[in-house]
């Protein structure tokens, strides 16, 4: 059997360096600017994500949000941990907030901009979710549940994944906004909302994991 093996991959090998290349024969026209023109934006990548595979964007926030419940479901029976974990020493929280201070602000810029600029709503989600870790880890575990709960974080998060279902639905039976100018910070549609929402449900559903996993553990 390992002979069989062997001559199939000398087979594959000589294959492609003697056999040529089949290339398809495109139309005269560059892709990327068929996308960017469907799209109103000039982020290719988002109009992709956000339009011509919309469907997977819609199920990557499902996955992200089936991935919190479990994680609350898998350590739901056990203990809190005893020992938190964090900085105490002056010059690392002082380094972890200004940090956090920087995350977040890029995520702000990702959110907004996202569409016009590389980044979008699941980069800004990640940036948003590295300045939580930040503060957590140079803050007490309690004033960072009262944050969570006095602003209704679960709840928001929650709403952001129906608002963001709604409108991909609609985009999808091909109910669209206007485009506006090719550039403008308000152009694109749809397409900005759906960035924002996504750069919500990231960071708060981050901010959760973030709280379960230091009660339970004591460690992120």
Do not use: C
């Not at 020992?83 to 972890?96: C, E, G, H, K, N």
């Not at 990702?110 to 709503?121: D, E, N, Y």
């Not at 880890?137 to 709604?166: C, D, G, H, N």
Request: aromatic residues 10%; charged residues 10%; proline residues 4%.
């Amino acid at each position: 059997m390992k002979w069989i093996y062997i001559a199939a991959g000398i087979a594959l090998f000589v294959k492609m360096l003697i056999l040529p290349n089949s290339t398809a024969v495109l139309p005269d026209f560059s892709i990327v600017e068929s996308i960017v023109k469907d799209g109103g934006i000039p982020n290719a990548v988002t109009v992709i994500i956000l339009r011509n595979r919309l469907y997977d964007t819609i199920f990557e926030v499902v996955v992200f949000t089936i991935a919190i419940m479990g994680v609350y479901f898998l350590l739901a029976n056990e203990k809190p941990s005893t020992t938190i974990y964090s900085f105490t020493d002056q010059p690392s929280i002082v380094l972890a907030r200004l940090g956090a201070t920087i995350a977040a602000l890029v995520s702000i810029e990702l959110a907004i901009r996202g569409h016009l600029s590389p980044g979008g709503g699941f980069a800004a989600g990640v940036a948003g979710g590295t300045a939580i870790g930040l503060i957590a880890i140079t803050s007490s575990p309690e004033w960072m549940q009262e944050i969570y709960q006095r602003w209704q974080a679960a709840t928001w998060e929650k709403i952001s994944v129906l608002v963001f279902i709604v409108l991909a639905v609609l985009t999808l039976a091909g109910v669209e906004l206007p485009h506006g100018e090719m550039g403008a910070l308000v152009s694109g549609g749809i397409l900005p909302l759906l960035n924002i929402l996504v750069a919500i449900k990231v960071a708060l559903g981050s901010w959760a994991v973030v709280l379960v996993f230091i009660r339970y553990r004591g460690l992120l």
